[in-house]
């Protein structure tokens, strides 16, 4: 997710965090992606025994994400449409098809749980982010949890409403892709490559599009509800041994780019690791729950 911060919204956080209002009845605590679980397995325990301590109903919803089905996909990709392949293409499916899932989670558990009740979705950063001046983190629509080691997205709702929207922009239901702003241009092997992901995996763009566009409207009134924080960690690539390590990696453990989409790259190819924190950071993200 790539977006601004608004001032708008930082006034809100600051005044949100000056308040300290009361704590919610309930919070679920997600992890979207199980690459990043040895990260965020072990901050949801102690996060789960603050809040708990805090008299608040805590319940971790961890589900499968999109692995092992990418991991299919790509199989299939690479043995039989290479020729028609389109790595930006498929990282904005997979993309789509996420935040379609990440926001089901989203309604599902805002609809059977009481109307206080925070949400918060857990992941892994890469260690380096975090040493960031504030103004790149603000730019990139991140704030830092105060005393805490840990970032905060502003705005999910509008991450995820940005996303689609460069989605559309990049890729049209009708077979045309766009690569650069502006320019439209009729790619005949990218439509047979669209239809033979959509025959094969149910893939539809204009589908993914239209049903996220849905939830983020349903989602928009829970908006105030919907925390998602990033941990620092450590990335480690699959081990040489893995069945798919030949499809991303050279011999020498160096990333194929050329045959890896962004979404492949950030969630498919190896697993983040804790690099450990601290009473202090689990104490700043219980904070960051409280209601206005």
């Known amino acids: 997710m790539r977006m601004r911060m608004t001032r708008e919204r930082k006034r809100e956080l600051n005044i949100a965090l000056q308040k300290r ?4 009845k309930k919070a679920v605590l997600v992890a979207p992606h199980t690459n990043e679980l040895h990260t965020v397995v072990p901050f949801q325990d102690a996060l789960v025994k603050k809040l708990n301590c805090l008299g608040i109903k805590t319940e971790i919803n961890n589900r499968e994400d999109m692995m092992e089905r990418t991991w299919e996909i790509r199989k299939f990709v ?7 392949s389109d790595s930006g293409v498929l990282s904005v499916l997979l993309g789509l098809e996420d935040y379609s899932l990440r926001l089901n989670a989203f309604s599902e558990i805002f609809l059977n749980s009481p109307k206080d009740t925070i949400v918060a979705e857990l992941h892994a950063m890469d260690k380096l982010v975090f040493a960031a001046s504030t103004s790149l983190l603000e730019s990139h629509h991140f704030m830092r949890v105060p005393n805490a080691r840990v970032l905060v997205c502003t705005d999910p709702l509008l991450a995820l409403r940005e996303a689609s929207e460069i989605a559309l922009a990049r890729l049209e239901v009708t077979g045309e892709y766009v690569p650069e702003p502006g320019k439209k241009q009729f790619n005949e092997s990218l439509e047979i ?19 996220v566009s849905a939830l983020l409207a349903k989602m928009e009134f829970k908006k105030e509800r919907l925390m998602i924080f990033e941990l620092p960690s450590t990335y480690r690539p699959l081990d040489s041994t893995h069945e798919m390590h030949k499809h991303y990696f050279y011999p020498d453990d160096v990333i194929n780019t050329s045959n890896t989409s962004d979404f492949e790259s950030a969630y498919t190819t190896g697993h983040r690791y804790s690099v450990g924190f601290s009473f202090r950071d689990v104490d700043g993200v219980a904070e960051m729950m409280r209601l206005n």
Do not use: I, M, V
């Open 21 to 24: 209002g009361k704590f919610p």
């Open 78 to 84: 690479s043995s039989d449409c290479k020729e028609f």
């Open 193 to 211: 490559f669209l239809n033979k992901l959509k025959e094969r995996f149910g893939l539809d763009a204009h589908e993914l599009l239209n049903e």
